[in-house]
């Protein structure tokens, strides 16, 4: 056997390539990458055109078709147009443009089988009706078995971590087994739009996801909607702002409550005093916007009030008690330092808390900032969660730096509410998946028990693969929905755990409605639905 240059080993259109995959960042909608977070993604672009590059022949690697340097610089220009078309995000689904990608790519391997005809295992090998698998053996976020599916391969993919296997299954596993069929749910049958309409590839499948999506949040905004209250705006909240004015009487949404987690001072003048571990005062920087908290120091304790504008004294509510790099504070009621190894031994005694700093609305020009009130800071720390996950968390500082504060399992990482909050929705997911089974049975598929990792194809796979999705809708609140979300004073928005790509012992959580007056699961379940 000869190898044969592949058009990769000589030239690619790079300029055409980069300028794609830098597009495809911006890219949220519909883009597989919003099916579960992954860190190191692939752009889908570079790797379509790496798998496509590598799978056809460079023409001159065969002369006798293309003879003269001319003719191979033309066939590569027809093979370089190909790439250019393949790699714009508009063309990801175009079977137009794929399927010259397609016929390339059988165009060299037929040259191939035909090379090798005399090879001695030339059936198994050299089929010219059978292409070459791919195996991407750390396959990770999956970008290159789900471009190499597009481009017409059986595509295996395979990983250390269950979460890229479950992430990969969903990508090139899932879809194509329930190609083209209607989605089940009750809806189809009462809306005309849904009844009369055609479903291809996987659309039937993310129709079923957005639906079933919704009817969590329903639910949960049922079970848990008394936890998460609206905030009042109260005559005696407008005596001391009166910027809250217009929105006298009203009930508010709460979009998050921000949180300081807190010790026990160590001045023994006030050993019985919780202080906050504040790591700056301010609530929003954005310009006109300026909000922060002030504390309060009253009758041998304090309180927490918010102010709108710019500060008088910046600088104090810029680093709220912190004192320097790392973890040292102050007490808030002495100034007393507090240094990181008092702050890590607090917490492993079991003595760290949280007290509520602030609470963020929404109003009808942008976030409301208000002070803590007894009823929502009670609405909190009433929740009591059924379970907790006691599974410790890795000892490695360099992706978990929360262990030493005492926060050592993975429950720790959660406000009771939080638990509650997650534990319900994972809940919901089982339940979901048993009335799906149902629907689904109903809507004619075979009821024959066979799961979805036995390659089953009737009510019972099908309601488990809507079940993956809707799992990884919950996994993606739980980024959202922990102690390590923090604030993000110029976005005015609560940042995800892994922004940073790690978790981070974070002094000043917040705490995220979850059902969202129920936008986010359904905002998820959407998105999921729509990369599916
Ligand atoms: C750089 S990422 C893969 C990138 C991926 N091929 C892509 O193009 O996006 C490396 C992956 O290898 C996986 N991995 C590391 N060691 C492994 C092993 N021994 N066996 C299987 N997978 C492994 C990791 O979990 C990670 O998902």
Redesign the pocket.
């Known amino acids: 056997m000869t190898p044969k240059k592949k058009l990769i080993e000589v030239a690619l259109p790079l300029e055409a390539i980069n300028k794609a995959a830098a597009r495809e960042k911006s890219i949220r909608h519909g883009h597989p990458s919003t099916l579960h977070l992954w860190w190191?993604?692939?752009p889908l672009a570079a790797?379509r055109a790496v798998i496509f590059a590598q799978m056809v022949d460079d023409p001159s690697a065969h002369p006798d078709l293309f003879q003269t340097e001319r003719e191979q610089k033309k066939e590569r220009g027809r093979l370089f147009k190909i790439i250019e078309d393949l790699v714009q995000w508009e063309n990801t689904t175009n079977e137009e443009v794929l399927q010259k990608a397609r016929d390339a790519i059988w165009e060299s391997w037929r040259r191939a089988c035909a090379e090798n005809a005399d090879h001695p295992r030339a059936r198994e090998l050299f089929n010219r009706e059978v292409l070459p698998a791919f195996h991407?053996?750390?396959?990770?976020?999956?970008?290159?078995p789900l471009e190499a599916q597009r481009l017409g391969l059986e595509s295996y993919a395979?990983?250390?971590?269950p979460v890229?296997v479950l992430i990969n299954k969903a990508m090139i596993e899932i879809p194509p087994r329930f190609a083209g069929k209607p989605p089940v749910n009750p809806d189809v049958k009462k809306k005309a739009d849904l009844a009369g309409r055609v479903w291809q590839g996987a659309q039937g499948l993310a129709e079923d996801v957005r639906f079933y999506g919704q009817w969590m949040r329903d639910e949960a905004e049922k079970r848990i909607g008394h936890l998460y209250p609206k905030v009042e705006v109260t005559a005696e909240m407008v005596k001391e702002r009166p910027d809250l004015k217009p929105y006298l009487g009203q009930r508010l949404t709460v979009i998050a409550w921000l949180w300081a987690r807190t010790v026990k001072s160590p001045n023994p003048a006030f050993a019985n005093v919780d202080v906050p571990l504040a790591s700056t005062f301010m609530l929003s920087t954005k310009a006109g916007k300026e909000a922060y908290v002030e504390p309060v120091i009253e009758a041998g304790s304090y309180r927490f009030t918010v102010r709108v504008g710019k500060p008088k004294d910046a600088e104090g509510a810029k680093n709220g008690t912190k004192l320097a790099r790392g973890a040292n504070f102050k007490c808030l009621m002495s100034d007393a330092p507090m240094a990181g190894d008092y702050i890590k031994a607090e917490g492993r005694a079991g003595r760290m808390g949280a007290r509520l700093m602030a609470i963020v609305a929404e109003g009808t020009r942008g976030r409301v900032y208000l002070a803590p009130t007894k009823e929502h800071e009670a609405a909190a720390l009433n929740a009591q969660p059924s379970w907790k996950p006691d599974t410790s968390l890795p000892a490695d500082m360099r992706s978990h730096w929360t262990p030493p504060y005492g926060l050592a399992t993975y429950g720790d990482l959660f406000t009771d509410r939080q638990l509650v909050a997650l534990t319900t929705f994972s809940d919901l997911v089982g339940e979901a998946i048993a009335r799906i089974k149902r629907d689904a049975i109903a809507a004619g598929l075979p009821d024959d028990g066979q799961p979805l990792a036995k390659v089953g194809a009737g009510g019972t796979a099908y309601a488990e693969a809507v079940g993956v999705y809707l799992g990884m809708c919950v996994s993606r609140q739980t980024n959202r929905s922990a102690t390590l979300n923090f604030w993000d004073m110029k976005g005015e928005n609560v940042q995800q755990v892994f922004g940073r790509g790690r978790q981070v012992f974070c002094v000043r959580g917040a705490e995220r409605l979850v059902h969202g007056g129920g936008r986010r699961l359904r905002r998820t379940a959407a998105a999921v639905g729509k990369s599916v």
């Open positions: 190191a993604r692939r790797a991407d053996p750390f396959a990770g976020g999956g970008a290159l395979s990983d250390l971590n890229a």
